[in-house]
């Protein structure tokens, strides 16, 4: 991530907000094991400010970021945790954080293309999965609103499902799973569309 600054770091400069233009002059740049190519450094015209072209960037402060596309990538297809740790080389640890630090983006990314407009369409579609929680006898309902032709997720909620067949009776005694949400998730999921 090396393009110019749009504007200055700093919120009390008179350069921090809007679209300044040639607010910056440019001051040399460094390098760093986790990237490649060099990180450039920039100085405010109004304030002084020294900063680079990660001092705005989502993973500023992260120890190794070059990993964070092909983790997502991974985690996109179902890879384990564990198995990503084991391709990437990298610790347990550290693919657990970064799939939370990932989640919270793709929930920002997913937050702000709904209040663009980007994902408003005519044409929804309602999708649900099942799955389970910690044991196979606490079931779970995911309703999904999708766009019909790009199938890009616009609301998703989760619901119990009461046990069935031998788990019955496990998920009743030893769990509680009783309430069938269904139908209250579902409506909840298409009442919920942008």
Not at 44 to 65: D, I, M, T
Not at 74 to 83: P, S, Y
Not at 105 to 114: D, K, P, T, V, W
Not at 120 to 144: C, G, K, V, Y
């Amino acid at each position: 991530m090396n393009a110019d600054p749009k504007c200055c770091p700093d919120s009390k400069c008179k350069f921090g907000t809007g679209k300044p233009v040639g607010f910056f002059r440019r001051r040399g740049s460094y390098f760093t094991k986790c990237r490649p190519t060099p990180t450039h450094r920039f100085q405010c015209k109004g304030c002084g400010k020294v900063f680079s072209s990660q001092s705005s960037a989502p993973s500023l402060y992260q120890r190794r970021p070059d990993i964070n596309a092909v983790l997502a990538r991974m985690l996109c297809e179902g890879v384990t945790l564990r198995g990503c740790a084991r391709v990437l080389g990298c610790p347990y640890d550290t693919v657990k954080s970064k799939a939370d630090w990932l989640a919270i983006q793709a929930r920002e990314a997913h937050q702000r293309a709904l209040k663009s407009g980007r994902l408003n369409t005519s044409w929804r579609q309602l999708d649900e999965m099942m799955t389970f929680e910690h044991a196979r006898a606490r079931t779970l309902t995911i309703p999904l609103v999708v766009r019909g032709k790009t199938a890009e997720i616009l609301v998703m909620t989760v619901g119990r499902i009461p046990s069935s067949g031998h788990l019955a009776t496990k998920g009743k005694t030893m769990y509680g799973w009783t309430v069938n949400e269904v139908p209250a998730a579902c409506r909840k999921a298409l009442s919920k569309h942008p």
